[in-house]
């Protein structure tokens, strides 16, 4: 069975990473919710995507945000005053979710709570923990081996590592988990490659500007730091990598996915998961027989792969 993953709780149809987005997944009958953490200034688990507060979501006391205040420079407390329930009407991410519910009073939830709700809720429902860092600019975001430590500490404190998933962009952090908690499976995520070949990337694939790419080929070329001890570049492909690693699977961006890889996949022992895929994408995957699909719309996937009766 594939499972049905919801990416940020539902991010088609809920406030991403919000309390309410979970309990939509819930109540679907998604297998899990995807989520993305940080650490705040007093060290608490945080659950939001980007390093810094995103301004397309982010209001106070009813007005949008204009500053990315880093998320790492604000207290637990103080980031909970925030009201992420509504996107922002005109802006391009409201127009890639215009079905989104519209909600006021919607607080950045902290990771305790939202696994205090999958234990109320249901014995089965996972979490994909993703240990958000930023790649390119550390000193933004979480030190990976903190928050690793972080995420690692609270799952198993809250008895719910058996729950657990965790994944992520920085190896460096997963390399942890493998250190400190090798019972709980991890999953090896990657960026799309059309942004390291030697082609312009598909608009489609969501890549940077162009000197921000730049950046990104090059910091690839010279190693991908964020691989830590596993650079691909010195593997005969990235699924090596991945495998050297030591990860439970690779979970690449969708359109990565061909037969060639998925055999390189399956050769190596790794599991497989797919982010974030379109219900018009789902059948091709499915029959590509991917462990885990992560979906902004958990409902409609729901519906390709346990109809009705």
Not at 160 to 175: E, G, K, M, P, Y
Not at 192 to 209: I, L, N, R, Y
Not at 290 to 299: E, F, G, R, Y
Request: glycine share 8%.
């Amino acid at each position: 069975m594939t499972l049905n993953i919801a990416h940020r709780g539902g991010a088609d149809l809920w406030p991403e990473n919000t309390l309410p987005a979970f309990e939509g997944a819930l109540a679907s009958g998604a297998d899990g919710a995807e989520l993305d953490v940080h650490l705040s200034a007093d060290g608490e688990l945080i659950v939001f995507h980007d390093e810094t507060l995103k301004p397309e979501i982010v209001r106070k006391d009813g007005v949008w945000i204009v500053e990315r205040t880093p998320l790492k420079a604000l207290s637990a407390a103080a980031l909970q005053a925030y009201d992420v329930g509504t996107l922002k009407p005109g802006t391009g991410y409201a127009r890639q979710h215009p079905a989104q519910a519209r909600l006021d009073g919607v607080a950045i939830p902290r990771l305790r709570e939202v696994i205090q709700l999958a234990r109320d809720r249901s014995d089965t429902f996972q979490l994909w923990i993703e240990l958000k860092t930023d790649l390119l600019e550390p000193a933004r975001g979480a030190d990976p081996v903190a928050l690793a430590e972080a995420a690692v500490a609270l799952v198993e404190e809250m008895g719910f590592a058996a729950r657990t998933v965790f994944i992520s962009f920085d190896w460096r952090a997963l390399q942890h988990v493998r250190r400190i908690a090798p019972h709980i499976p991890f999953y090896a995520t990657t960026l799309p490659q059309s942004w390291f070949g030697a082609d312009e990337p598909p608009p489609e694939h969501g890549p940077p500007a162009v000197a921000e790419l730049a950046k990104w080929r090059a910091a690839n070329a010279a190693g991908a730091p964020w691989e830590g001890d596993y650079p691909s570049i010195r593997y005969p492909s990235l699924q090596h990598a991945v495998a050297a690693l030591g990860a439970t699977g690779w979970f690449p961006f969708w359109p990565d996915i061909t037969p060639e890889t998925v055999a390189s996949t399956r050769a190596l022992g790794l599991k497989l998961a797919a982010w974030t895929v379109p219900a018009r994408a789902a059948p091709g995957l499915l029959a590509f027989g991917c462990d885990a699909i992560c979906t902004d719309d958990p409902v409609a996937f729901q519906g390709l792969t346990r109809p009705s009766s």
